[in-house]
Structure formats: structure tokens, C-alpha cells
């Protein structure tokens, strides 16, 4: 006769040793993404930076003076648009790159991180550009302010073209990192949604646009009774 006594206690064990061998394995296979490898921070990151580097190329770049006998002129600033024409077109497109990345599958991502990728580059050499020769950069916008080229010019530069050089290689940095880690993010078609949705750990907050991922998708990011 076998004492049900005896057996309990062999029963609650086993009971509560494959939880505890479980859990460890179910936490680290739907482990959160580290903070600098989301989609949300690399998306604001590269918004930020083009939106610094565009702010810069508004601003001057260059203080210009010429003196050559009857043409004066004293101190005049040169915006960025104007000594670099091209930076103000590749900081959009870096920002076009960048709203791309959010809502874009794998090559979508791949495609949109190179632009941004190589945006960031122009920047950055446009800027480098006029560092090396504030002279010729200023000598185009300076004759179509006064009307006469090729007389000698004074140039100096603001820091306001470091700004758009760090803001243009932070920005490829960005793309970088979108390559390399965006191969985990969750895709725009509805598997990958679903899949994303699966592998979420339950209870962790979501950001914005995974929020508006599960929208998109038909799911309310506010209700705690995930599908």
C-alpha cells in the first residue's frame, strides 16, 4: 500500500523544478533589445542629427571682407546654403532617409540606411570643403552679393561648420548602426508584426512607433490582453 504521504512531496518538487528551469530560458529568448539598438532611438537619432546639420546650414558660415579700391566690403556673412549649395539638399534627404526607416522592411532598411549613410558623408566632406578653403567657397556667393569676382578676399570661418561636420559623420555613424542592428527590428508585413508581437515579453512597455506598428496592424497598444 503506498503512502500518499510519500508522494507529495516527490510531486511538488518536480512541480517546482521545471518552472525554475523554464523561466531562465523563456527570459533570455524574448530579451528586450538593448536601448541603443531600437528602432525608435536610431529613428530619432538620425531625425535629430539632419535637423541639426540643416539648422547649421542656415546660419553663417563664413564672415568675408574685400577691400580693392573702390569695392569695400566689410564683414559679410555667408550662409552655409550659400558656401556649401549642396548641404541644405543632403541634410533633406537624410531626413527622408530617416522617416523611411521606420516604417520600411528589411531592404527597405538597407536601401534608406545607405542613403542616410552616404547623406551624412556629403555633409560632413561639404563641410570639410569649406574648412579647407573658406577663400573659394566664399568667392561665388561674395560676387553675386557685390557684383565683381576674382579681387582679392579676406574669409573666416564660424563654428557653426564644425556643427554640420559633426552632425554629418553622428550621422553616418547612425546609418551605420541602422545596418548593422536593424536586421531585428520588426518588418512592415503583417508575419513579421505577428512575429514581433509574439516575442515581446508580456507587460513591457512600448514605445511610439511600436505603438503605431500595432495599430497599423489592428491592435490596441493599450489593452493588456495581447493577441
Do not use: C
Amino acid at each position: 500500500m503506498t503512502d500518499p504521504e510519500g508522494v507529495k512531496p516527490a510531486e511538488a518538487a518536480d512541480g517546482d523544478s521545471m518552472p525554475a528551469e523554464a523561466a531562465p530560458e523563456h527570459h533570455s529568448a524574448t530579451a528586450p533589445l538593448a536601448w541603443y539598438r531600437r528602432k525608435s532611438i536610431l529613428v530619432l537619432a538620425a531625425l535629430l542629427f539632419a535637423a541639426v546639420a540643416f539648422g547649421a546650414s542656415t546660419q553663417t558660415w563664413l564672415h568675408v571682407s574685400a577691400n580693392q579700391g573702390a569695392i569695400r566690403a566689410d564683414n559679410i556673412a555667408i550662409p552655409g546654403s550659400k558656401a556649401a549649395t549642396a548641404v541644405t539638399a543632403l541634410t533633406l534627404v537624410s531626413a527622408a532617409g530617416a522617416l523611411a526607416l521606420s516604417i520600411s522592411g528589411r531592404l527597405g532598411r538597407i536601401i534608406a540606411g545607405s542613403i542616410v549613410f552616404l547623406a551624412g558623408i556629403g555633409v560632413a566632406a561639404t563641410a570639410i570643403a569649406v574648412l579647407a578653403d573658406p577663400k573659394g567657397s566664399a568667392n561665388g556667393p561674395l560676387g553675386a552679393q557685390i557684383g565683381v569676382t576674382g579681387i582679392p578676399i579676406e574669409a573666416s570661418t564660424t563654428p557653426l561648420v564644425w556643427v554640420a561636420l559633426v552632425a554629418g559623420v553622428l550621422l553616418s555613424f547612425t546609418a551605420i548602426a541602422v545596418l548593422v542592428w536593424g536586421r531585428n527590428w520588426a518588418g512592415s508585413k503583417k508575419y513579421s508584426y505577428r512575429r514581433a508581437a509574439e516575442a515581446q515579453p508580456e507587460g513591457e512597455p512600448l514605445d511610439d512607433i511600436d505603438s503605431w506598428d500595432r495599430l497599423s496592424r489592428g491592435d490596441d497598444p493599450t489593452n493588456p490582453q495581447r493577441a
